[in-house]
């Protein structure tokens, strides 16, 4: 079993949808949670983090953590055209070694919003 | 603020060949990543720079890849000779602080554009 695995998509939604993204992680010690965004040909960009269980709202995004089924989710809200990117979750393996060493990537799931 | 430099950005090369890639993390950030990325794939760490010393080369195939950090600011990887398998993109990182004992804490990484490898 993958350490964490992603719905690999692609995803694509009308301008204004609410857009749902997942991972599952198969480690209970994992407490640091994080979504990348990568749009074509960049690197990827730190969006949010959540540490333990819970929600994490920034804007149009929410970050959600159920720590008891080891999902995580990524919800975006109004969805636009400029958030057509691959969004990639992500799990420091190393947890005493400082949070966001051997970051443990899943696929990724490439999101496109039509105008 | 400048962000992590990679260079070159593409590059074409036939199997065996070598091939080197070149990595100026932020200003000030002691620890540099290089990371694979196979199309279709999430980034893989291969190799952990704490300042000028390896904290984490576990999933570095040492038979063809190095890495250096010969002064604790940029960094090379090279490798020789080149699989077909090699292609992908390499992606360097650099954050602020290392490891930090026992205690958790967050250590945000920030990205280069890449170098895209592809092997004939």
């Known amino acids: 079993q993958k350490e964490v695995e992603q719905d690999p998509g692609p995803l694509s939604v009308p301008e204004g949808a609410i857009v749902s993204l997942n991972c599952t992680y198969s480690n209970s010690a994992f407490q640091y949670f994080m979504w990348y965004r990568q749009y074509s040909r960049k690197g990827p960009e730190l969006l949010m983090y959540?540490?333990?269980?819970g929600n994490k709202e920034d804007g149009r995004f929410t970050a959600q953590v159920d720590k008891s089924s080891k999902y995580i989710s990524l919800f975006i809200r109004d969805s636009q055209p400029s958030d057509s990117a691959t969004y990639l979750c992500?799990?420091?393996?190393?947890?005493?070694?400082?949070?966001?060493?051997?970051?443990?990537f899943g696929t990724g799931t490439l999101l496109a919003v039509q105008p | 603020e400048a962000g992590v430099a990679q260079s070159p950005r593409y590059k074409i090369i036939e199997k065996r060949q070598s091939v080197a890639f070149w990595c100026n993390p932020i200003?000030?950030?002691?620890?540099l990543y290089w990371y694979q990325q196979i199309l279709g794939q999430g980034p893989k760490l291969l190799i952990q720079f704490q300042n000028n010393g390896v904290v984490d080369d576990s999933q570095l195939p040492k038979d063809r890849f190095s890495a250096e950090r010969l002064k604790g600011v940029d960094s090379t990887l090279k490798i020789q000779p080149a699989k077909l398998e090699d292609s992908a993109v390499y992606l360097c990182?650099?954050?602020?602080?290392?490891?930090?004992?026992?205690?958790?804490?967050?250590?945000?990484?920030?990205f280069g554009p890449g170098t895209r490898l592809t092997v004939l």
């Open positions: 992500a799990i420091p393996r190393d947890l005493y070694g400082g949070a966001t060493n051997k970051l443990i």
């Open positions: 990182a650099s954050s602020l602080r290392g490891p930090s004992g026992r205690a958790v804490s967050f250590n945000e990484q920030f």
């Open positions: 959540t540490y333990s269980s």
């Open positions: 200003s000030g950030h002691a620890t």
